[in-house]
């Protein structure tokens, strides 16, 4: 068993209801369908997801509840998400490894298991669609601000070394934008300098260049206001390490941030499924 695939979702609250989402989403919307078709023929037995919206100060968080139950109404954005039930089984067994292997290696990682805790929408938005039934078990992470890029990419790293050691068939998700200099107007795209910024980086990871990635990422996120100081990437770049195969399905603005829809395949993942038009696979 081993780490089968990585995720980088979008989790604009404008599509938490598909019915209410804009058309120029339609792309990000389909290919979260599409996602959701190689993850149900797929059947991880767990998934485990970084959210830009857990925003913890100084320790890394991992979710070790045994069950993921709430209503959401999202603090940032009511008028969009209002009265969302989730309800999401959860891995204790697996979570606590996780935190033991970060707490092993130095990091401060702790350990949540409050059922009362509500999750934030860049976990719940991606996952309405990703996994509609509710039934794999989903483990949480948040981002640590306190973390430099080089930690959250060893914690990263760490992540992805329990789940590749495991006997058991797992997804990494992370949730989040590409540039996010958050502006009014839902149809805004980024500047044109960070629409350039993101196609550079995006080229790297559809080339399954991620040394290059990960050595971009740093002024990368400074200039192009990365969501999440772009903690969310290097943890992502810090499980996969590798990748031979990218999966790209879309990309589309909301208020100013680029979002993206893509998937990688570590070199180790026995998947075998139908690709969308756009891939490369690693020479």
Same mark, same amino acid.
């Given at each position: 068993?081993? *780490? =089968?695939?990585?995720? #980088?979702?979008?989790?604009?609250?404008? %599509?938490?209801?598909?019915?209410?989402?804009?058309?120029?989403?339609?792309?990000?919307?389909?290919?979260?369908?599409?996602?959701?078709?190689?993850?149900?023929?797929?059947?991880?037995?767990?998934?485990? %997801?970084?959210?830009?919206h857990?925003?913890?100060?100084?320790?890394?968080?991992?979710?070790?509840?045994?069950?993921? +139950?709430?209503?959401?109404?999202?603090?940032?954005?009511? =008028? #969009?998400?209002?009265?969302?039930?989730?309800?999401?089984?959860?891995?204790?067994?697996?979570?606590?490894?996780?935190?033991?292997? @970060? !707490?092993?290696?130095?990091l401060?990682?702790?350990?949540?298991?409050?059922?009362?805790?509500?999750?934030?929408?860049?976990? !719940?938005?991606?996952?309405?669609? *990703?996994?509609?039934?509710?039934?794999?078990?989903?483990?949480?992470?948040?981002?640590?601000?306190?973390?430099?890029?080089? =930690?959250?990419?060893?914690?990263?790293?760490?992540?992805?070394?329990? #789940? +590749?050691?495991?006997?058991?068939?797992?997804?990494? !998700?992370?949730? @989040?934008?590409?540039?996010?200099? *958050?502006? +009014? @107007?839902?149809?805004?795209?980024?500047?044109?300098?960070?629409?350039?910024?993101?196609?550079?980086f995006?080229?790297y *990871?559809?080339?399954?260049?991620?040394?290059?990635? +990960?050595?971009?990422?740093?002024?990368?996120?400074?200039?192009?206001?990365?969501?999440?100081?772009?903690?969310?990437?290097?943890a992502?770049l810090?499980?996969?390490?590798?990748s031979?195969?990218?999966?790209?399905y879309?990309?589309?603005?909301?208020?100013?941030?680029?979002?993206v829809? %893509?998937?990688?395949?570590?070199?180790?993942?026995?998947?075998?499924?139908?690709?969308?038009?756009?891939?490369?696979?690693?020479?």
């Amino acid at each position: 068993m081993t *780490l =089968e695939l990585g995720i #980088l979702t979008p989790h604009t609250p404008r %599509m938490c209801h598909e019915d209410q989402a804009p058309e120029f989403l339609n792309e990000i919307v389909e290919g979260m369908h599409q996602v959701a078709k190689v993850i149900e023929e797929a059947k991880p037995d767990v998934l485990v %997801m970084i959210s830009c919206h857990w925003l913890s100060s100084f320790k890394h968080f991992v979710d070790v509840t045994p069950e993921h +139950r709430g209503i959401l109404t999202a603090f940032e954005c009511p =008028e #969009l998400i209002s009265d969302v039930p989730y309800y999401y089984p959860g891995d204790t067994e697996l979570a606590n490894q996780l935190v033991s292997a @970060g !707490i092993e290696t130095g990091l401060p990682v702790i350990a949540v298991d409050d059922p009362t805790y509500v999750w934030d929408y860049g976990t !719940i938005v991606p996952l309405r669609y *990703l996994v509609p039934k509710e039934d794999i078990p989903v483990i949480d992470l948040s981002v640590t601000w306190a973390a430099s890029l080089e =930690e959250t990419y060893a914690w990263g790293q760490q992540i992805g070394k329990v #789940l +590749r050691e495991s006997d058991k068939h797992v997804m990494f !998700i992370s949730s @989040g934008a590409l540039s996010h200099n *958050l502006v +009014r @107007g839902p149809e805004a795209m980024p500047s044109l300098s960070e629409q350039a910024l993101d196609r550079q980086f995006l080229e790297y *990871l559809q080339n399954n260049d991620l040394s290059s990635a +990960r050595n971009m990422l740093s002024q990368y996120a400074r200039n192009a206001g990365v969501e999440s100081g772009g903690r969310h990437l290097a943890a992502l770049l810090g499980v996969l390490e590798e990748s031979k195969k990218s999966n790209y399905y879309g990309y589309g603005q909301s208020s100013g941030s680029g979002n993206v829809l %893509m998937t990688f395949e570590p070199q180790h993942s026995n998947l075998n499924y139908k690709n969308p038009p756009h891939i490369v696979e690693a020479k």
